[in-house]
């Protein structure tokens, strides 16, 4: 089964001769429960189909479906909606509000949708990313490995269709670095989540199931590993 398509997305900025074609007819299908890396260097386009998988921006042209949800035809605020919902994101740096709780921190995107968190899938989720002990901390007190581990948790707790990491390990050393793409690893295939990791470092790129690389705003190279 397909979590997200896109057919033939292109995104273009500007106008005349200052128009830059960031994507080029990007043709992409993810299987629920894929680990994939996006690879490419600055400028590559990556970064602009990581705003358009987690319905930041929209495409010029070409469609993108998650979950069968054609997110072209989302308004802002059912596009926000959708994000939260179905798109967990994590970014470099982690986002924490700092006078909450790890946990607080973790049940936002619940508590803005008034919902109650299942209590088994709470603990698995901040059993298996190391972090239970943690709850009741304050972001400034955790080190930044285990602020990512917040910030995934929290990613992962509406059971998102999708969960989007960008440049993750951008702001760790390398011990914690190689801990969040494990506990990435883990969310994939513990809680069965579809991953998909940009980077442009191949190190990284290389703990995937499938490495798909972006150049000039096209898809270079598609490459099966596991």
Not at 45 to 66: C, R
Not at 96 to 109: D, E, H, S
Not at 167 to 195: A, F, H, V, Y
């Amino acid at each position: 089964m397909n979590i997200l398509t896109c057919e033939r997305v292109r995104k273009v900025y500007g106008s005349g001769s200052n128009q830059v074609v960031a994507l080029d007819g990007i043709d992409l299908t993810v299987s629920k429960g894929e680990f994939v890396a996006i690879m490419g260097a600055s400028g590559s386009g990556k970064s602009t189909l990581l705003h358009i998988l987690g319905s930041v921006d929209k495409p010029t042209d070409g469609t993108v479906t998650i979950d069968r949800t054609d997110l072209s035809k989302l308004n802002p605020t059912q596009a926000a909606i959708f994000r939260r919902r179905k798109v967990g994101l994590v970014y470099q740096f982690y986002n924490l509000i700092p006078t909450l709780t790890v946990q607080k921190n973790i049940l936002m995107p619940l508590a803005l949708d008034r919902k109650k968190p299942n209590k088994e899938y709470f603990e698995k989720v901040v059993s298996s990313l190391g972090i239970a002990d943690r709850l009741d901390a304050l972001p400034s007190q955790l080190s930044g490995g285990q602020q990512q581990r917040a910030a995934i948790a929290r990613s992962l707790i509406y059971r998102p269709a999708l969960l989007l990491a960008d440049e993750p390990t951008g702001n760790l050393d390398q011990k914690n670095s190689r801990e969040i793409i494990d506990m990435l690893k883990l969310s994939n295939r513990n809680l069965e989540q579809t991953c998909i990791l940009i980077t442009h470092d191949e190190r990284v790129a290389l703990e995937a199931d499938r490495i798909i690389t972006i150049e000039d705003g096209r898809i270079l190279s598609d490459e099966e590993r596991r």
